[in-house]
């Protein structure tokens, strides 16, 4: 007999500034990592990425069961270099999408908006989380460059939409969100001092 599908009690939709499998990084190690863990806990993980430029067609995270959505996306830059269009491209820089908030309203069942960027297709994903209800969560990870590092911990101290950062060890030093009330540990880091630091992000004294 043929197994049942399998029922989840959550949605997320995961806002991917980039993703190619053939180039694949520690940034998409982390996130293959994440939506395994989602899956334990029952939340399914769909994933939102831009088309920009032929795709892998070996896919780690397609292949586990995993969503995965491809939108038309632009670089909306006139007279630039193919050189500074490709740079921008590589690392999913501020792109421009028509096709994308349509997609993203119709998605059905949508709990949280989880987004991996900023910029325009943030923005994006901001407007579906609002128009939903639905707590919009950004990221910070090692991959994440200094000033857009800057621009997530701005819009979580003072953006009412974005309830939840998710980071990694790079958000652990050198980052203050007192703002939080609740920090939640994921994987404990066998060195006592680190988990400290991690503390101190939002217990600050002096």
Known sequence: FPCPPRIFSMRTIHLLRNYDPAQWGGTETAIQRLFAGLREHEV???????????????????????????FKAFVPIAGISSQRKRQIVSVGGNLMS???????????DASVVHTHALGRIGGMGRMAARFR??????????????????????????????????????????????????????????????????????????
């Open 133 to 206: 209800g639905a707590p919009l969560v950004v990221t910070i990870h090692g991959g994440t460059h200094r000033d857009e590092r800057r621009r997530v911990q701005a819009l979580f101290r003072s953006d009412p939409d974005v309830r939840v950062l998710v980071a990694t060890d790079a958000a652990g030093e050198g980052v203050n969100l007192q703002n939080a009330n609740l920090m939640v540990n994921y994987d404990l880091p066998w060195n006592p001092n680190r988990l400290e630091q991690r503390f101190g992000r939002i217990h600050r004294i002096g």
């Open 98 to 108: 028509l096709d994308l908030l349509p997609r993203l309203l119709r998605e059905k």
């Open 44 to 70: 399914e993980s769909v994933v939102y990425a831009p088309s920009i430029r032929p795709i892998a067609k070996k896919d780690p995270i397609a292949e586990a069961g995993h969503r995965i959505e491809r």
